[in-house]
Every structure is written in C-alpha cells, then in structure tokens.
C-alpha cells in the first residue's frame, strides 16, 4: 500500500493535475474576489472563511476526475483490483494520495492567504483547523463521485454535479468551525460535527465506491 501511494504521489505531481492545478486556481479566486467586493478589508473580513472554504473546494474539484481516469485508460485499475490489496484500501489510498497533492498544500497556505483577506494573525488557527479537518472529507467524497464516473467519457462535469450537492455539509461545518472561532465563539459542536464527516466519508464512503468500480469495469 505504501508503494502504491508513492506511485500515486508521483503521478499526480508529474501529471500536473495535483499541487500545481490546484494551487493555482485557489490563488486566483482569492485574488480575484477581492477585485469584485472592493478593497474595504472591513468587508473581506467576514468573507474570508466563506471565500477561502469555496475555493478549496472547487480546487479539490477540479483533479477529481484523475482518481481513477489515468489508472482506468492505461488498464492499471483492473490490476490494482484483482491484486491482493482489497479494493477498498486502494480507493482509500487514493483518496489519501488526492488530498496530500491538493487538499494539504492549500490548508498550508490558507493562513497567508487568510492575512491577505484582512484575518487577523490569532484567528487564522481555526481557518487552519477547519480546513484541516474537512478536506480529507472532500477527497473521500470525491473519489465516490470518480468511481460513479470512471470510463464516461468527459464524465467531469457530471462528476461535478454528483459531488457538488454531497460537499455541502462540509462546507457548512468547515465554515462554522472557522467564523465562530474567529468571532471567539463556541465552536466545538461545529468542530464535532466536521471530524465526524470526515471520518464517516473515509470510513465508509471506499467500500460504496470500491462497489461501484466493480460493476463500471465488469
């Protein structure tokens, strides 16, 4: 398993559809948003954690259909599913491997980019916590929506409109989590509620989609 989240960790760096893509296209919203609010930091303020959750979550979007599809056209999937690693442990690790090349580098810088959006330095903790915790919950819910959609082709924007309506618990609980920590508020049902989202989609979420890959590739 270890070898195959390093091949995957590898591949996804190499492919470009990993840290780069991702990175890039959460830049330029939170560059971009600002242009179109104004530049009152007043008002960037107490849209930070709404703008910086919302383009996590599209960047996390925007690699999930390579998941599966490279492994799928190259015939590599039907051979990590007959292996003797259980198919749930590959999706799992494929999840994982999303996540550490898109979802992990954009917790990373979401401080700096959170002092860019007018936070101040003591509450950027719980925008990292947030994002922390619900981005592994995206990836999971992700790979679901890759494994519905592997071998359709241009399947991305379907993928989009499975995953779209399933990220919005995490988006909710991840915001919560972070505004009213920031508004030095009582946050701890919120950041309950995330950490059980999370653990719920990687605890269940490999075995509906290691279901799914089975039937798309008999």
Known sequence: ?????????ILAIRAGGGFGLGMAFFLIVVVLVPLGIGPDMVILAK???GILWVGALLACVLSLDRIFSLDYDDGTLELLLTS?????AVV????????TTTGLPLVI?????GLFLGLQAGDLKWLFVSLFLGTPALSAIGAFGAALT????RGGLLLSLIV??????????GSIVASTGVADLSNNSALLILSAITLVAFSIL???????LRINLR
Not at 1 to 9: H, S, T, V, Y
Not at 84 to 88: D, L
Not at 150 to 153: A, E, F, K, L
């Open 1 to 9: 398993m270890m070898a195959l989240l390093q091949r995957d960790l």
């Open 47 to 49: 849209v930070s954690v």
């Open 84 to 88: 003797p690693i259980p198919c749930e």
């Open 92 to 99: 799992a690790v494929k999840a994982f491997s999303h996540w």
């Open 109 to 113: 810088i979401s401080p700096i980019l």
């Open 150 to 153: 592997v071998g359709i082709r």
């Open 164 to 173: 779209l309506p399933l990220y919005i618990p995490t988006l909710v609980f």
């Open 206 to 212: 490999p075995f509906a989609s290691a279901v799914v």
